[in-house]
């Protein structure tokens, strides 16, 4: 048991999916796993272990943003021994070549954050995924027909910028959408020397101004839930 996940020491799968909502983690267990066994009910950041396909899977939610997300994946590495952690998300496009409900595998994550600035002491650090996780889910896509999208996106901490046209320095420099905890995930995962992916359903596109609802967030992004889950029985 670690301070913000009440589980025993066991209770925990080495691999682990990572959406934000913790509804979604719910329903991911709950339409996805077999035999699934809620182990955190702290703050309501809901926690599960089942199967696919006969792999001991487990599935926790994190929060929004960088400060949240790097709470859980402390105590997942540090604690639990996780050690293939797949983050499923949802993301706001910067390219208008990438369309809502498209799925994005971030190979990288710039930010505005500045927690590694002070991990770093000023240096700049490159979050980056773990090639393995990368390489078997963009193998996966590819084997379904599925175009993927694949590079840098960004991790930024507001979700409301003062500067509402910020997105294009990014998008200029190709990054291809918008997020909130990938960075730290990566960063992380290079600490404790453990293996990453996001993997990112395009919720709206900042470019176009379409959008999905809450509705469809939690419940209709399948493809990129199954990805994640193929992906951590393979790699």
């Known amino acids: 048991m670690s301070i913000h996940i009440g589980a025993k020491a066991d209770a925990i799968a080495e691999v682990i999916l990572l959406p934000g909502d913790p509804l979604r983690a719910q329903f991911i267990a709950e339409h996805f796993l077999e035999y699934p066994t809620r182990y955190n009910t702290v703050r309501n950041m809901f926690g599960f272990t089942g199967t696919y396909k006969g792999k001991r899977i487990s599935v926790q939610g994190t929060g929004m943003g960088i400060p949240s997300i790097s709470i859980y994946i402390n105590e997942l590495f540090r604690d639990y021994g996780v050690q293939k952690a797949l983050r499923i998300g949802t993301a706001g496009s910067i390219q208008p070549e990438v369309k809502i409900r498209d799925v994005i595998l971030a190979q990288s994550a710039s930010t505005d954050s500045n927690i590694n600035n002070i991990r770093f002491n000023g240096r700049n650090f ?103 889950l193929e992906t951590a029985c393979s790699a």
């Open 126 to 228: 490159a979050p980056t995924a773990s090639f393995g996780l990368l390489n078997t889910a963009y193998g996966i896509a590819q084997t379904k027909g599925v175009t993927v999208h694949v590079g840098g996106i960004v991790s930024s901490d507001s979700f409301y910028p003062e500067d509402p046209e910020e997105w294009k320095l990014w998008a200029r420099f190709g990054c291809l959408a918008i997020e909130m905890e990938c960075a730290e995930l990566y960063t992380l995962a290079a600490k404790y020397k453990r293996e990453a992916l996001t993997l990112l359903t395009v919720s709206d596109s900042i470019v176009t101004a379409e959008a999905t609802s809450a509705e469809e967030r939690q419940k209709t992004f399948n493809f990129m839930v199954e990805l994640a």
